[in-house]
């Protein structure tokens, strides 16, 4: 059963409080999404109660420890240095501290708006603001697709791993629909969004368990303006042949209330009108969808592109002192563990001539971010190192004897991080694995490591060593 409700933003919503009261007298259901204001969704759960009120608060502006004003949009990745995982950190430091005042107001704290691009960066972005969101008992509700959106693209494994997530966890995905109307009515226009995001449902998601519930946390018709004459009517088009009929759309908001674009967009004055079409709708759904929508999005198994070395880009410079730098078993070879290939390069790091194993160097500019023994159950590692480099690189080094370095340490290329060994290894070597937020998935990785993506080493070396 799909719970239709409203999208309100901060302004005037003077009939809002009888729109909700009719809906409970009448025994109904509400969904509201809000933006930057909670009144209304304690409002309505105050009316109708927890049970009856499903509530989404998305901030769009918050201001900063120090007053200023941040964007939450979305998230420009440069910004970041391509870094998901300090970006999720840097926009969840500023929205939890006000999330926490309004647990009782809202059921789902959505994150970005009409964010569509940066695969895949936004995966990991919304992976990580799951990790972060989890650990504090919040459920987000992620993506907020625009009309039209997501791009093909942008369905890979990663999206369908952050669904399926989003299933177990109880997120939900937000979707918008405008309709891609040019007249101003809805039902003139096809495609319609949220036949294309069923289409996603069915094609892609649905088959892998990754379905999590969707509520369209934005619907009204072309451009988002409201015309009082064509309001209800569109509405009533909309959620008769597109929104009931999905089963997996559990709410859909109506755009909007209050003072969005100066009042341009605010239908209070049917409000009413629209509490009476809603208790008029039967609890029970309508049949199968009326139209099969024309998207065909391509089978699931490319893995995102990878970061590309570029002439101005991050260089590794040799990891072994004092001996040639020999590559002794490339990256992507078969491996017995994990997704069975080798998630780095091994290094020679003995010197035959005498006898002994050579310091291990950082290979570039970074900060220490691990530097211990791998205590997991499987043991990969050994004493190992992680550094942060710039533009989101990271680099993990394994297998050392002995480390030189503590966590939290800034280190210049070429600095002894230890010296090279066999912990947890048959023989004597470095293994070198190189991480990215834009690297490539399906490698294993190890559970400290900040970025879960790995990228070939090999073409990020100064050339001059793979020359010796
Ligand atoms: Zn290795």
Known sequence: MT??????????????????????????????????????????????????????????????????????????????????????RHYMDRCLPVWED????????????????????????????????????????????????????????????NCRRMKARGHVLSVHEYGLVESGRLRDGVPF????????????????????????????????????????????????????????????????????????????????????????LPDAAPDDPLIQPPFVYPTVSQPPRAVERTASSFELGSPVRGIPFRITDPFDTPRPYANGKHEGIDIRCFDFVNNRAVEILAPADGTVVVARRDDTPERDYGNFVILKHRDGFFSLLAHLASMAVEAGQTVRRGDVLGVGGKTDADAIHLHLTLLHADGLTGYYTHPLSPVSRVLNPTPFFDPSLLEE
């Open 3 to 88: 719970v239709l409700g409203v999208h309100v933003v901060q302004g005037p919503r003077d009939k809002y409080g009888d729109f909700l009261k009719q809906l409970a007298d009448a025994g109904k259901h509400v969904v509201v999404y809000a933006l930057d204001d909670p009144a209304p969704l304690r409002e309505a759960k105050e009316v109708l109660g927890d049970a009856a009120a499903l509530t989404v608060l998305r901030y769009d502006k918050l201001r900063d420890a120090d007053g200023e004003q941040q964007d939450l949009q979305g998230v420009n990745p440069e910004r970041f240095g391509h870094d998901a995982a300090a970006a999720a």
């Open 102 to 161: 309004h647990r009782d107001a809202a059921d789902f704290f959505g994150t970005t708006n009409e964010w569509s691009n940066f695969s895949p960066f936004q995966h990991a972005f919304h992976a990580a603001c799951m990790d972060i969101a989890e650990a504090r008992g919040f459920k987000l509700a992620l993506y907020a697709f625009s009309s039209g959106n997501p791009p093909e693209e942008f369905v890979g494994e990663d999206f369908v791993a």
């Open 193 to 280: 969004h949220a036949q294309r995001v069923a289409h996603l449902y069915q094609a892609v998601l649905a088959p892998r368990a990754a379905d999590p519930d969707c509520i369209v946390t934005e619907f009204a018709f072309g451009g988002g303006l409201y015309d009082p004459d064509t309001f209800l009517d569109n509405v009533r088009w909309y959620t008769e042949n597109v929104l009931r009929r999905y089963s997996f759309i559990v709410g859909g908001t109506i755009f909007t209330l209050g003072n969005w674009q100066g009042g341009a967009a605010n239908f209070q004055d049917k409000l009413i009108d629209l509490a009476n079409y809603i208790t008029s």
